[in-house]
T-cell receptor, first 112, second 116 residues
Framework: GNSVTQMEGPVTLSEEAFLTINCTYT??????LFWYVQYPGEGLQLLLK?????DKGSNKGFEATYRKETTSFHLEKGSVQVSDSAVYFC???????????FGKGTKLSVIP | GAVVSQHPSWVICKSGTSVKIECRSL??????MFWYRQFPKQSLMLMAT?????????EQGVEKDKFLINHASLTLSTLTVTSAHPEDSSFYIC????????????FGPGTRLTVL
């Protein structure tokens, strides 16, 4: 079945550090790939998405590239801020459906 | 962007009682909505797909008689946890795509259920 594996946290970084959160997915069908972010006390928000191989999703300084050859969709940001502290979820869509399969989430804490 | 609301945001109930959670799409119509359950420090687990005007589709291992889903209109889906027990305590989240054919979903803020 479909699955998503992302690096386990928590991840603690200093402000302005470089961020990478790894995510790999099972290569069944032609899924769309997503990163969702959950700020403390809030619901999930779509951060970025990519719908086909080699697409790059980007938003708020975050980016991720759909790599079919490595079945990966790693999240990166060049300089994190304290306000980026949240839990980040990688997800893939099902084959021809809206259903999302999520990774376990990675908690990011950015310290001043 | 599209907005999905949930009510209540948190609820505490006694064991054996039933609790209803509402999920509303505020500025768009949703023929399909999804219900997830999130345990502390864990990912979202899809419970069921709610379909307007028809029966919900439940994921394997989810008791349909315990988690009743009703999608009576294009903007409202409800999840009723019947005869709740402490192990049902969790964070319940709904989501909906904002248009047919799109795979981008919008999530409600979630409902924290605590069963005493």
């Amino acid at each position: 079945g479909n699955s998503v594996t992302q690096m386990e946290g928590p991840v603690t970084l200093s402000e302005e550090a470089f961020l990478t959160i790894n995510c790999t997915y099972t290569a069944t069908g032609y899924p769309s790939l997503f990163w969702y972010v959950q700020y403390p006390g809030e619901g999930l928000q779509l951060l970025l998405k990519a719908t086909k191989a080699d697409d790059k999703g980007s938003n708020k300084g975050f980016e991720a590239t759909y790599r079919k050859e490595t079945t990966s969709f790693h999240l990166e940001k060049g300089s994190v801020q304290v306000s980026d502290s949240a839990v980040y979820f990688c997800a893939r869509s099902g084959a021809g459906s809206y259903q999302l399969t999520f990774g376990k989430g990675t908690k990011l804490s950015v310290i001043p | 962007g599209a907005v999905v609301s949930q009510h209540p945001s948190w609820v505490i109930c006694k064991s054996g009682t039933s609790v209803k959670i509402e999920c509303r799409s505020l500025d768009f119509q949703a023929t399909t909505m999804f219900w997830y359950r999130q345990f502390p420090k864990q990912s979202l687990m899809l419970m069921a797909t709610s379909n307007e005007g028809s029966k919900a589709t439940y994921e394997q291992g989810v008791e349909k008689d315990k988690f009743l889903i009703n999608h009576a209109s294009l903007t409202l889906s409800t999840l009723t946890v019947t005869s709740a027990h402490p192990e049902d305590s969790s964070f319940y989240i709904c989501s909906a795509p904002d248009a047919v054919g799109t795979d981008t979903q919008y999530f409600g803020p979630g409902t924290r259920l605590t069963v005493l």
